[in-house]
């Protein structure tokens, strides 16, 4: 998430709480999770695993439970709790904004642009032109849409991400992370109806320009989807994950979180992606393999009983 105004270290530790160690004169940009911050970023860490990662990423400002050196140029937010401390600041700089009406008066609707009778269009929308919104879409806050895109009936996009930070000291075992992303669709996407395309959680999903998504797809928070992709039905995509340009996952794949798959791979339909792999492939099964490999292996299994007759006969 963008700060609208860059934002003193000094004001968001005055605001949580935080002491402060390294530079104090630094100004926030913006709040980003890990895997996704750059230079003037806040992010928060509260896991040994993670203080490394952390401290030496391109984030500027980091809000951690644990005093430690600080690297040169940023800043240290030391605090008790700082999952608490996240929610506090995307609460203040994103607040949930209740809407009375279908189309919100801050949105922004291009030339051209049909929005049809049941379509909802949250806060700070900015749609493209000559778009098609089909009935009983959902656009919600923040979102962006290009030019010439098409939504079926049905759709959600903008969700919240299903994301959650489990801490057993709380009395709520599974406390939710709010989202403060949002959805970015390039020109030229269409897609398909109820479907479920959830913002990110401090960054954006994307879905690139091209891409073409069939009926009851779900793509995760933070995924970016490259160009010229095509998702067939009940596709699933976890949260954070790569997709490169050109990609084609046939019905019913399920593709599993933080990977890679790269350009112009195609997945058969009803596989599971469950690690990265190679672009410019085939992939069959579950875990996924080269799909001419795979073939020759259901062929084989196939033979067992015959194998399995001759060894008893001989």
Not at 218 to 240: E, M, P, R, S, Y
Not at 251 to 274: E, F, P, R, W
Request: with cysteine.
């Amino acid at each position: 998430m963008r700060f609208e105004n860059p934002v003193p270290v000094t004001t968001i530790a005055s605001m949580i709480g935080a002491s402060i160690e390294g530079n104090t004169e630094g100004m926030a940009t913006g709040i980003n999770e890990i895997h996704r911050v750059e230079k003037g970023d806040l992010v928060f860490v509260d896991h040994p695993k993670y203080y490394e990662k952390c401290l030496h990423s391109a984030a500027s400002f980091i809000i951690i439970n644990k005093k430690t050196d600080c690297p040169e140029g940023k800043a240290l937010l030391i605090v008790d709790d700082p999952f608490e401390c996240y929610l506090k600041l995307v609460r203040f700089y994103r607040p949930f904004q209740p809407s009375a009406r279908l189309v919100s008066e801050s949105a922004q609707i291009g030339e051209g642009t049909v929005v049809m009778p049941g379509a909802f269009i949250g806060n700070h929308v900015s749609i493209g032109k000559n778009c098609v919104i089909h009935p009983n879409v959902c656009i919600l806050d923040h979102c962006v849409l290009g030019n010439d895109v098409i939504i079926q009936a049905g759709t959600v996009i903008g969700s919240d991400a299903f994301y959650y930070n489990k801490k057993t000291s709380r009395p709520v075992h599974y406390k939710r992370m709010d989202s403060c992303g949002r959805v970015v669709i390039e020109n030229a996407v269409e897609i398909g109806a109820n479907c479920c395309i959830d913002r990110g959680v401090s960054s954006d999903t994307i879905i690139g320009e091209g891409t073409k998504i069939d009926n009851l797809v779900h793509i995760g928070h933070d995924t970016v989807i490259g160009k010229n992709c095509l998702f067939a039905g009940q596709v699933g995509i976890a949260g954070a994950t790569t997709i490169e340009d050109g990609v084609i996952l046939w019905g019913q794949v399920g593709v599993n979180k933080t990977l890679t798959i790269g350009k112009d791979a195609v997945v058969y339909a009803q596989s599971g992606v469950k690690d990265s792999i190679e672009g410019g492939k085939v992939y069959f099964g579950s875990p996924v393999e080269d799909a001419r490999e795979k073939m020759k292996e259901l062929i084989w299994i196939k033979r067992i009983p015959l194998l399995w007759e001759k060894i008893n006969k001989s």
